[in-house]
């Protein structure tokens, strides 16, 4: 689960992190007294959505101005100006897509002198199964770039959970990014309250881009990116106040509500998959015969006919989907059951694009009698080979 900005310094300040104040704007109105009651003489008008790179986007709408959705004000005049340009408007950035995204909120935060930035971020490396601490001197830029064109500026390591982050930890992210005496001490202290705020809050992902210096010499977190753990929410009903369903895809929602793994994506033939391994495979044999999926939906392993139901119902709401292509592989997941899943679903929504169907595993003679039997002009599959063959073909002679 992801959160804005202003949510997610919220957060680390509960831990002690130093971050800048600010006050979040749902309304062009309220913009000029969030600047007022901050104080000047300067303020940043930051766009809050969940994609990075908001400084170099642009609007799409021409009344927007041609400043990105990271903005510099000199005057409260000047602040309400730019939120009356931003607010409702289509940000379009390198995360976003060619669609963007509508700002519905935005941050205005007091201003900072910066005499130098860094990049500090934390993630689970899924490889050694601990927290990991990424963090270079080339603040500001996109890591990728950093990672492919100077990968020797960038310093990683682990931290082993039974120890948890120990003092050595701290004095080796002062030491990547050249900081001594008191600064390495301020580095030191951020990391032990950086550490506490992401294993309490069961984080997956928490980017500082750009972690700065002050002209004073105080390290500050000039923005903040977190991620939780979506397994985690029952533990943390306060972070799973903080969602915003306008940021997320309206299927993916549907798909969450009943306990779905659906993650929604620009092709045109859907896919209902059981495992998540599979489902990258089916992906995978849809792209080698020339086409794109429109989603990764894995229904899991025990799924009920209700489950099958709603998850054939999120894919045909796609009105990009040309094609459906269910493929199972009965273990836990019983033939029958996916079925009489489809069946019902067709029989309530319609079937308005080609079906391939391919069963494979327990009752699944039991399966393809059941389909056999409905009447649905559905396309029988005998492997996955045949089955993304057949779909793709059925896919192209409809176009």
């Given at each position: 689960?992801?959160?804005?900005?202003?949510?997610?310094?919220?957060?680390?300040?509960?831990?002690?992190?130093?971050?800048?104040?600010?006050?979040?704007?749902?309304?062009?109105?309220?913009?000029?007294?969030?600047?007022?009651?901050?104080?000047?003489?300067?303020?940043?008008?930051?766009?809050?959505?969940?994609?990075?790179?908001?400084?170099?986007?642009?609007?799409?709408?021409?009344?927007?101005?041609?400043?990105?959705?990271?903005?510099l004000a000199k005057s409260a005049e000047e602040v309400d100006q730019y939120a009356e340009q931003m607010l409702g408007k289509t940000l379009v950035t390198a995360?976003?897509?060619?669609?963007?995204?509508?700002?519905?909120?935005?941050?205005?935060?007091?201003?900072?002198?910066?005499?130098?930035?860094?990049?500090?971020?934390?993630?689970?490396?899924?490889?050694?199964?601990?927290?990991?601490?990424?963090?270079?001197?080339?603040?500001?830029?996109?890591?990728?770039?950093?990672?492919?064109?100077?990968?020797?500026?960038?310093?990683?390591?682990?931290?082993?959970?039974?120890?948890?982050?120990?003092?050595?930890?701290?004095?080796?992210i002062a030491e990547a990014l050249a900081l001594s005496g008191d600064l390495a001490k301020q580095a030191q202290r951020l990391a032990t309250q950086l550490y506490?705020?992401?294993?309490?809050?069961?984080?997956?992902?928490?980017?500082?881009?750009?972690?700065?210096?002050?002209?004073?010499?105080?390290?500050?977190?000039?923005?903040?990116?977190?991620?939780?753990?979506?397994?985690?929410?029952?533990?943390?009903?306060?972070?799973?106040?903080?969602?915003?369903?306008?940021?997320?895809?309206?299927?993916?929602?549907?798909?969450?509500?009943?306990?779905?793994?659906?993650?929604?994506?620009?092709?045109?033939?859907?896919?209902?998959?059981?495992?998540?391994?599979?489902?990258?495979?089916?992906?995978?044999?849809?792209?080698?015969?020339?086409?794109?999926?429109?989603?990764?939906?894995?229904?899991?392993?025990?799924?009920?006919?209700?489950?099958?139901?709603?998850?054939?119902?999120?894919?045909?709401?796609?009105?990009?989907?040309?094609?459906?292509?269910?493929?199972?592989?009965?273990?836990?997941?019983?033939?029958?059951?996916?079925?009489?899943?489809?069946?019902?679903?067709?029989?309530?929504?319609?079937?308005?694009?080609?079906?391939?169907?391919?069963?494979?595993?327990?009752?699944?003679?039991?399966?393809?009698?059941?389909?056999?039997?409905?009447?649905?002009?559905?396309?029988?599959?005998?492997?996955?080979?045949?089955?993304?063959?057949?779909?793709?073909?059925?896919?192209?002679?409809?176009?």
């Amino acid at each position: 689960m992801n959160i804005h900005e202003y949510q997610a310094k919220a957060v680390l300040r509960e831990f002690g992190v130093p971050v800048a104040r600010g006050v979040p704007v749902l309304k062009p109105g309220e913009a000029a007294k969030a600047a007022k009651d901050l104080g000047g003489p300067v303020w940043v008008i930051k766009a809050q959505i969940h994609a990075g790179g908001r400084g170099k986007g642009k609007f799409k709408e021409p009344g927007a101005g041609d400043k990105g959705g990271v903005r510099l004000a000199k005057s409260a005049e000047e602040v309400d100006q730019y939120a009356e340009q931003m607010l409702g408007k289509t940000l379009v950035t390198a995360q976003t897509g060619p669609a963007g995204k509508q700002v519905n909120r935005l941050y205005i935060e007091e201003g900072a002198e910066i005499a130098k930035e860094f990049y500090l971020s934390m993630l689970v490396d899924r490889t050694t199964s601990r927290v990991a601490f990424v963090v270079s001197t080339e603040g500001g830029m996109d890591i990728e770039k950093v990672a492919h064109d100077t990968p020797e500026k960038i310093v990683s390591f682990s931290v082993d959970p039974a120890t948890g982050l120990m003092p050595h930890h701290g004095r080796k992210i002062a030491e990547a990014l050249a900081l001594s005496g008191d600064l390495a001490k301020q580095a030191q202290r951020l990391a032990t309250q950086l550490y506490a705020a992401f294993t309490a809050k069961d984080m997956e992902l928490l980017e500082i881009n750009p972690l700065i210096v002050t002209k004073d010499n105080k390290i500050r977190c000039l923005d903040a990116k977190i991620s939780f753990d979506n397994n985690a929410m029952f533990r943390h009903p306060d972070i799973a106040a903080l969602r915003d369903e306008t940021e997320e895809d309206s299927k993916e929602i549907e798909a969450s509500k009943h306990d779905l793994s659906y993650i929604a994506l620009d092709g045109t033939i859907g896919c209902m998959v059981n495992g998540a391994g599979l489902a990258m495979a089916t992906m995978d044999i849809i792209k080698l015969y020339g086409e794109e999926p429109a989603n990764f939906l894995d229904v899991g392993g025990g799924a009920t006919k209700e489950k099958v139901t709603a998850a054939f119902k999120i894919i045909t709401a796609d009105p990009k989907v040309k094609g459906i292509l269910v493929n199972i592989f009965g273990g836990i997941m019983r033939c029958d059951i996916i079925a009489e899943g489809v069946i019902a679903a067709v029989k309530e929504v319609g079937l308005k694009v080609p079906l391939v169907v391919r069963l494979e595993g327990t009752n699944v003679e039991l399966g393809k009698e059941i389909i056999g039997k409905s009447g649905l002009n559905v396309i029988s599959a005998d492997d996955l080979d045949d089955a993304a063959q057949k779909i793709v073909k059925a896919v192209k002679a409809a176009a």
